[in-house]
């Protein structure tokens, strides 16, 4: 089965460990947990932390982005960069395991666009708008009261984003600019989010936001964090647990909108039987236990996000970026 997972926090790890993807015993990826799980697809996240941003954040963005195609270089044979739409049919073909790079947080833009179109350029395929907080672009899901929408540069990211064929990320984002998002002409995916209509915490998203994400061929991934998950402590979370959102958001949005989005190695606690990225296959086990089709099975652990992105990112040109 296609397994695509839409986001994890590895890249952190690499500019001062750059070995930690070749085999590590502390977190939650690497190549060899990443090949035992049946992985054939993954964002790998570049997110700036607090103590980086904002002066910083282009330096370590750029640092992050250096690893990632150190990571792809050093191992040929089992990954590739996903840059073009032919390229995730071509490593699909080849049983190599599709890399794409997304910005999680809009920090490294500054103000300016032709900072998009550089990112664009070095093989950023997607952007999560804001993490938590405001940035230039719009605010962030902690704003909470005080959140507003798109800023006015922020509508030029997206629209720019849509003209280049990458894909806008809605996680993290405040509800006013979940909205001006939906106003716009970019494909829109929420790659680490789960069902607020389960479990209502600041991060998911409300009943509403997901049937408009449906109606628009969106994507929703499930996040293995258990503060996202339950209310239970976070060592009593289990897989089963995260199940539930699997079908509250099938109940929602239709086979077609439900995904995986794991941030393994951005959380500390995973469900319990799914501790690492060695684990999806589980998943598929779960899900078949609840009765879920196969065919639906399937568009959860991988065809959807697969769809989504083949449509959405460009052909690749006939000569240079």
């Known amino acids: 089965m296609y397994i695509f997972d839409a986001h994890n926090d590895t890249l952190m790890q690499l500019p001062a460990n750059p070995g930690y993807f070749a085999g590590n015993t502390s977190g939650h990826v690497d190549l060899p947990r990443m090949q035992k799980g049946e992985v054939a697809a993954q964002i790998f996240a570049v997110f700036t932390e607090s103590h980086y941003r904002p002066g910083q954040s282009l330096q370590r963005s750029l640092a992050m982005i250096d690893s990632f195609w150190n990571m792809v270089n050093a191992h040929p044979e089992a990954l590739g960069a996903v840059l ?63 959140a507003g929408g798109l800023s006015v540069f922020g509508r030029q990211v997206v629209d720019e984003m849509a003209r280049l064929g990458m894909v806008v990320d809605v996680s993290h984002l405040a509800e006013p600019g979940f909205w001006d998002v939906m106003q716009t002409e970019a494909s829109v995916i929420a790659s680490h989010s789960n069902a607020a209509g389960l479990h209502p915490h600041r991060r998911n998203l409300s009943d509403a936001q997901l049937r408009a994400l449906a109606e628009r061929g969106g994507v929703v991934g499930v996040n293995f964090h258990p503060g996202f998950i339950s209310s239970k402590e976070p060592q009593a979370v289990q897989a089963a647990d995260l199940y539930d959102h699997i079908e509250y958001l099938l109940d929602i949005m239709g086979e077609n909108g439900v995904g995986l989005g794991s941030d393994y190695d951005g959380i500390t606690n995973t469900p319990q039987g799914l501790e690492d990225a060695s684990t999806f296959p589980r998943i598929v086990e779960g899900l078949a236990k609840r009765g879920l089709q196969e065919g639906v099975i399937a568009k959860v652990m991988g065809e959807n996000f697969y769809r989504i992105f083949c449509k959405t990112l460009p052909n690749r040109p006939s000569s240079g970026l």
Do not use: C, F, K, Y
């Open 84 to 146: 073009w739409a032919e390229d995730l049919a071509e490593l699909r073909q080849q049983g190599r395991i599709a890399a794409l790079l997304s910005l999680e947080g809009a920090e490294p833009l500054g103000v300016d666009l032709h900072n998009l179109r550089i990112m664009h350029r070095l093989g950023v395929r997607a952007i999560t708008l804001t993490w938590n907080h405001r940035n230039a672009v719009a605010d962030g899901a902690e704003e909470e009261e005080r």
